[in-house]
């Protein structure tokens, strides 16, 4: 079976010091990356305004539009800085100190370190694990006062400056949308910013906060909710529907969860995306030894060709493009293994999905009709994206959806899309001139040829001047 020409997983690939130069920017931009992430965790306001501004400058010049993605920081409880590193022992007793005015040199000689949260007190509860530097170094809670967290090692480890604290089960009441993320995302929306991921989503009212504060900066961007917690997978359904896009962040989760749970959680989160048509992304780990290593453990292409299977929108790297070492072949790792499998799919595909709403029954008869068609394309025009998106929540096996669209932005936020290869066609007008205008651009991009069939997806104005979808099927001159 030949390859298919394109490919349909969407590929997202984090900026950092390996690749923010404009070279390396282009190559990966060639390669296949669809989106940029920006980690807005440790990154300064000029950096980011200048590398928005590089990335569109090197999309221009190499023809590759891509789509930037931040990703805000969101509330993050960690230690405090230490002097010297601290090895801790199992069965040692250890302190958070959740006030810095505390006496430190008390009889008990316990060792502790500072919390940047000061409520975590209220939040945690004696019999609590807590979980720090990504869960390698394990501790339980035995009792509590207004100024400590007592806690005995359970598993030992080095605990050093500002680790990332995890409290499996927790609820904390920090605010989702910080004061820092809040700066950060106007800059963003300065600068023209595609999507705004938003971390540790709780429930459907933190992403309701991100949308409000858009809306109020006249922002079209879209909310990417990311899910890290057990509070996140309890209220997992309310927030799919109150997203744009889902993002499964695997790295904490898989610490805030048991790690059997993972796989299920990430299998449920996919389907239910699928059952309403919301984008989702797999994230965190997908090609992790390739930050040293010039090849993927076969447990990761495994992991990969998984994602790929189950249909997920995108695929993301993140360490691997930050400071890996092969950044462009991990890029050509997750290409290579989406087409493969996706030509796996096409040859045993099933009947789309059904959804209830009557425009969605119309496109799945279009999608219904490609994948019995050879050689054929499908073809709509889309102003916001919604029929672009629409066909692709069908998931047509074989034939590419070509969105055509007016909007730039429109052709961005289709970038994260499964299936969609967007065009930018200035001008809409006469329904005629304009299909004939479409099909001229595709072929200019080598996407039609004559003999391709193309099933159409449009709007008609009847005589009572009524716009009612159409279906079309026409054959390539």
């Given at each position: 079976m030949t390859a298919l020409p394109f490919r349909r997983t969407k590929i997202i690939a984090t900026l950092g010091p390996a690749t923010e130069s404009e070279e390396m920017l282009g190559k990966l931009m060639k390669a296949g990356v669809d989106i940029v992430r920006l980690n807005m965790a440790h990154a300064k306001h000029d950096w980011t305004r200048a590398i928005i501004r590089r990335i569109r400058a090197v999309s221009k010049a190499t023809g590759h539009e891509v789509a930037i993605m931040m990703d805000i920081k969101g509330p993050e409880i960690r230690t405090g800085d230490l002097e010297v590193p601290i090895q801790l022992q199992p069965g040692e007793i250890f302190d958070f100190t959740v006030k810095p005015e505390v006496d430190r040199d008390r009889a008990e000689e316990i060792r502790s370190v500072d919390v940047n949260y000061r409520n975590l007190v209220n939040d945690i509860r004696i019999g609590d694990t807590v979980l720090v530097d990504s869960g390698l170094i394990q501790l339980e809670v035995l009792e509590k006062n207004d100024a400590h967290i007592r806690c005995r090692v359970l598993t030992p480890g080095q605990l050093t400056s500002r680790r990332h604290i995890n409290l499996p089960g927790v609820h904390v009441n920090l605010p989702s949308f910080t004061e820092k993320d809040r700066g950060d995302t106007l800059v963003g929306i300065e600068e023209g910013i595609d999507f705004v991921a938003l971390s540790f989503v709780r429930e459907a009212a933190d992403v309701a906060l991100l949308r409000e504060f858009l809306k109020e900066n006249h922002s079209r961007a879209r909310i990417v909710a990311k899910i890290e917690d057990q509070s996140a997978i309890d209220n997992l359904d309310e927030i799919i529907r109150a997203t744009d896009v889902l993002m499964v962040a695997r790295g904490d989760l898989g610490i805030e969860i048991p790690l059997e749970e993972l796989p299920v959680v990430q299998r449920r989160a996919v389907r239910t995306c699928l059952s309403i048509g919301r984008p989702v992304i797999i994230a965190t780990h997908m090609l992790e030894s390739m930050?040293?290593?010039?090849?993927?453990?076969?447990?990761?292409?495994?992991?990969?060709?998984?994602?790929?299977?189950?249909?997920?929108?995108?695929?993301?790297?993140?360490?691997?493009?930050?400071?890996?070492?092969?950044?462009?072949?991990?890029?050509?790792?997750?290409?290579?293994?989406?087409?493969?499998?996706?030509?796996?799919?096409?040859?045993?595909?099933?009947?789309?999905?059904?959804?209830?709403?009557?425009r969605m029954k119309i496109l799945r008869s279009a999608v219904l009709m490609a994948n019995e068609l050879p050689n054929s394309?499908?073809?709509?025009?889309?102003?916001?994206?919604?029929?672009?998106?629409?066909?692709?929540?069908?998931?047509?096996?074989?034939?590419?959806?070509?969105?055509?669209?007016?909007?730039?932005?429109?052709?961005?936020?289709?970038?994260?899309?499964?299936?969609?290869?967007?065009?930018?066609?200035?001008?809409?007008?006469?329904?005629?001139?304009?299909?004939?205008?479409?099909?001229?651009?595709?072929?200019?991009?080598?996407r039609i040829k004559s003999g391709d069939k193309l099933v159409i997806i449009s709007d008609v104005t009847t005589a009572a001047n009524e716009r009612i979808d159409s279906i079309q099927l026409r054959t390539v001159e």
């Open positions: 930050i040293s290593q010039p090849m993927p453990t076969r447990a990761e292409i495994t992991d990969v060709a998984n994602a790929v299977f189950e249909s997920a929108d995108c695929v993301m790297l993140s360490g691997e493009t930050t400071v890996g070492r092969y950044p462009l072949e991990c890029v050509r790792v997750l290409d290579t293994i989406a087409r493969r499998i996706e030509d796996e799919i096409a040859n045993e595909y099933g009947e789309p999905a059904v959804f209830l709403a009557e394309a499908i073809l709509c025009f889309t102003r916001r994206g919604i029929t672009a998106a629409g066909l692709a929540a069908h998931r047509p096996v074989r034939a590419p959806i070509l969105g055509i669209t007016d909007s730039i932005d429109t052709l961005r936020h289709l970038k994260m899309v499964r299936s969609v290869e967007p065009y930018l066609l200035s001008a809409f007008g006469d329904p005629e001139k304009t299909l004939v205008r479409a099909i001229a651009l595709l072929r200019e991009h080598q």
